[in-house]
């Protein structure tokens, strides 16, 4: 139905004859002759129609926006003065000889290049939405991305293998989505959170090396980067170590930016230890672009009669912390409303500063109210910590670690994007030796920081028990800009370890039994020392395209609510099904209005 794309034509093509399908993109009519941009994937063309050809011009009358069109024409230069540097085919046109209306479109509910389109009208028509050419440009870079690591994956001889979409339901962290099943009454299946225990499996079954590109279900929050069903590349690899495995994906996500955007990442890339990342950044997920850090002021705070800063000093779970702000004191009062409101979000409960307008000047040259509780010699150590310069502005955080972490960690993400604080494209950062545990205070028991398949760096299970709180885990993620790409770790391949970790969990033998009990049997027979890892591949393509949102990088995705607004689900059934699944639906109580 067509020699060429549209976007492909150009002065190479000069008289020739062609034949372009595509959408008519906009229409416009300049008092006897009809121009009509054709859209295909590939771009624009400018379409002419004179009235010299009379039942082709009247057939050019009434398109409009969206008809599907085929036009057959010749290619000539655009006239001088009417060039469009701009486009790819501005140079040329294509006199429209013949022209079929393949299909009539209704007026659509936005214009592709409208920028203000709210998302949830973007959703409801998809459809639509997918013929703007940046969501075409991403999902082709999403499929060439795939391509890339299925290649270089094929090359080191790992081979791609399906497993199950409906498995039994264990617990990995968030919610399971539940599928009821009709054969098996009062009994349900659970969608994958990841294929964790299935490729354990596969290394214990001597496949070796296995790789997958696989949907995930996970029945939580959303946030920009979350999604309720989404894409991993999920890697397992038998006899290997953190070291060979880290090595080897580094090298893959390397090649990956080299071809896919002609970038090269640094070799190699560093790595931190997650205590590290979290003293200096108050996060395991460092955007190494921004050259804010977090300042330790626990040891200058315990004696001052400020119960703010000595109350948290004094407590072996608290922190202080200062964050310096370069040029910072040009902040108003309103803009520190802001930054103090914000952190609230992330459990602070205010945001002490002081602004530094002349540092040679002592306490006279500093402005802020928390100035009349500090002694003089504290505000010195203060300013000498941190290293401050005129003009600058200290953030402060005293609470519990986590808090100060969390809510510091946050504000200097988001100091470093509103001032311009970013330093370079690209920074990629292993993060290593994680703590093998950490302790849900109201639960009263420990959980595990990854999975309960993660192997510690300890080899002794007794060792492990009498030290859960101080044991590290052979855990490592890959992030990039302060997003994490991909997590993994080596995983337990003994039995007696594998059931050390689920008692150290609060996971009983009968209750271990019931949920892993396959897998547990499985580790008896001769299983090999593996690990691996997963990308988030919605995540890799969001920041490689410079999308905002992983939503901006998936055909159909779901809202922040976990709904489809184009085909309205999720949505009831009928009686029937759910009486043979055995389902009765309770009716939501009453409210009085």
């Not at 400018?46 to 008809?67: K, S």
């Not at 079954?205 to 946030?223: N, T």
């Not at 893959?252 to 230890?273: N, Y």
């Not at 993400?413 to 545990?437: A, N, Y």
């Amino acid at each position: 139905m067509r020699s060429l794309y549209c976007g492909e034509v150009n002065e190479s093509h000069l008289d020739q004859e062609v034949t372009l399908c595509g959408w008519a993109h906009r229409r416009r009519d300049h008092g006897g002759v009809i121009f009509v941009d054709l859209r295909d994937h590939k771009g624009l063309v400018q379409v002419v129609f004179d009235p010299d050809t009379e039942a082709t011009f009247a057939t050019a009358e009434r398109v409009r926006n969206e008809f599907v069109l085929q036009v057959k024409g010749r290619v000539r230069r655009r006239p001088e003065g009417t060039v469009n540097l701009d486009m790819p085919t501005g140079q040329v046109e294509v006199l429209g000889k013949e022209l079929n209306v393949l299909n009539t479109a209704e007026t659509p509910p936005f214009q592709l290049d409208d920028k203000d389109v709210h998302e949830e009208t973007r959703l409801r028509y998809r459809y639509i939405d997918l013929r703007r050419p940046e969501m075409q440009q991403r999902l082709r870079l999403r499929a060439r991305i795939t391509h890339c690591l299925r290649t270089f994956l094929d090359a080191q001889g790992f081979i791609d293998i399906e497993t199950p979409l409906l498995t039994r339901s264990t617990p990995e962290g968030a919610r399971d989505y539940l599928v009821p099943s009709r054969t098996h009454p009062g009994e349900f299946f659970a969608l994958p959170q990841s294929p964790q225990l299935f490729k354990q499996l596969l290394m214990m079954s001597g496949m070796d090396r296995y790789y997958q590109i696989a949907r995930c279900f996970r029945d939580e929050d959303l946030r920009a980067d979350r999604q309720p069903e989404f894409t991993q590349l999920d890697i397992e690899t038998s006899f290997m170590n953190e070291d060979e495995i880290m090595g080897m994906t580094e090298t893959m996500v390397r090649e990956l930016f080299r071809d896919v955007l002609a970038v090269d990442l640094p070799d190699p890339f560093p790595r931190m230890s997650y205590a590290e990342s979290v003293h200096r950044f108050g996060t395991d997920r460092p955007d190494l672009r921004n050259p804010l850090e977090l300042v330790d002021l626990g040891d200058v705070m315990q004696a001052v009669e400020f119960k703010v800063f000595s109350g948290p000093a004094n407590d072996p779970g608290g922190r202080v912390a200062a964050l310096r702000v370069p040029g910072g004191s040009d902040l108003s009062r309103k803009n520190i409303d802001e930054y103090t409101k914000y952190v609230s979000k992330y459990g602070a409960r205010g945001l002490a500063y002081i602004k530094v307008n002349d540092v040679a000047a002592g306490l006279d040259g500093l402005q802020s109210p928390i100035l009349k509780f500090l002694p003089e010699d504290v505000v010195e150590a203060i300013v000498t910590r941190t290293g401050v310069a005129d003009g600058d502005l200290i953030f402060f955080g005293a609470d519990r670690a986590s808090v100060v972490n969390e809510s510091l960690g946050a504000l200097r993400v988001r100091l470093g994007i509103d001032r311009g604080l970013l330093e370079g494209e690209w920074k990629p950062v292993w993060v290593v030796d994680f703590p093998m545990f950490e302790r849900d205070e109201k639960a009263g028991r420990w959980m595990a920081l990854h999975h309960p398949f993660t192997a510690p760096n300890i080899d002794d299970p007794e060792v492990l028990a009498e030290n859960p709180g101080t044991s590290l885990s052979r855990a490592y993620d890959m992030v990039l800009n302060g997003t994490e790409l991909g997590g993994g770790s080596i995983r337990i391949h003994s039995t007696e370890m594998q059931e050390t970790v689920l008692k150290l969990l609060g996971i009983g033998h009968e209750e271990a039994r019931e949920k892993f009990g396959f897998l547990l049997d499985a580790l008896k027979h001769g299983c090999p020392p593996h690990g691996g890892l997963a990308f988030g591949l919605d995540r890799l393509v969001m920041l490689m395209t410079g999308a905002s949102s992983i939503r901006e990088v998936m055909a159909f995705p779901k809202t922040q609510t976990a709904a489809c607004p184009l085909t309205d689900a999720p949505s009831t059934v009928v009686t029937g099904q759910l009486i043979e699944l055995g389902i009765h639906l309770r009716k939501p109580p009453e409210v009085d209005t």
